[in-house]
């Protein structure tokens, strides 16, 4: 479960950064930060939030909607598109959203927590990695369930507007109905080229 073990090593204003999206065919890299007021937040609160991956999409859906509600944590959510994505790579991708995420915080932190192990590049602030952060400190798993329900909602949009490849359940990732439906349908301008299956569907119809 989280706690804010690492959140008080650090004086000041201490954020938590994650991303969701690296490895789907389809759909933006989402990153979110989010600043929890410790000093206010109850335990009603906390016992909401967990790393994304483990909560249902309900049990998301309501901790996502108890963070906004209650005042008590400030946040903000960026992304990176397909086509930034293509153009400069996954990992670049994802660390530009967490900037844009950073750059878009009303009050800038003091320290940021990152999950994984490596640091973006041009933060304003220092950085901290956590691997499993997600698991382990609050702040950072309440930046993955916002970054988990924004994505998640702008794939279910997406789905409306392109039927077929089953977005509104697989979020874009590479599910045997997605990669069945690539075949079938052809990729979408939602849909990442320099990903290997989407790269060999255009090789394919190229060739034909």
Not at 8 to 36: C, N, Q, T
Not at 109 to 117: A, E, K, R
Request: charged content about 25%; aromatic content about 6%.
């Amino acid at each position: 479960m989280p706690s804010f073990r690492y959140e008080l090593r650090f004086e000041g204003r201490v954020a938590g950064i994650d991303e969701v999206g690296r490895g789907p065919l389809a759909g933006p890299v989402v990153a979110a930060v989010a600043v929890i007021d410790r000093a206010a937040a109850r335990r009603k609160l906390l016992k909401l939030i967990d790393d994304s991956k483990k909560l249902a999409l309900e049990n998301r859906e309501e901790a996502y909607e108890a963070m906004v509600t209650s005042g008590l944590v400030q946040f903000a959510v960026a992304e990176a598109t397909v086509e930034e994505i293509d153009s400069i790579n996954i990992l670049q991708a994802t660390f530009l959203a967490m900037r844009r995420a950073l750059e878009a915080l009303v009050h800038q932190p003091d320290v940021v927590l990152i999950d994984g192990n490596q640091v973006p590049r041009g933060l304003a602030c220092r950085a901290e990695t956590i691997v499993g952060g997600d698991a382990q400190s609050y702040s950072i798993a309440a930046a993955s369930i916002f970054a988990k329900v924004t994505r998640d909602r702008a794939m279910v949009r997406l789905a409306e507007a392109f039927p077929g490849y089953g977005w509104e359940t697989n979020r874009g990732y590479g599910s045997a109905a997605h990669l069945a439906a690539l075949q079938r349908l052809g990729p979408t301008p939602h849909h990442r080229r320099s990903f290997a299956p989407v790269r060999a569907t255009y090789a394919a119809a190229a060739t034909s």
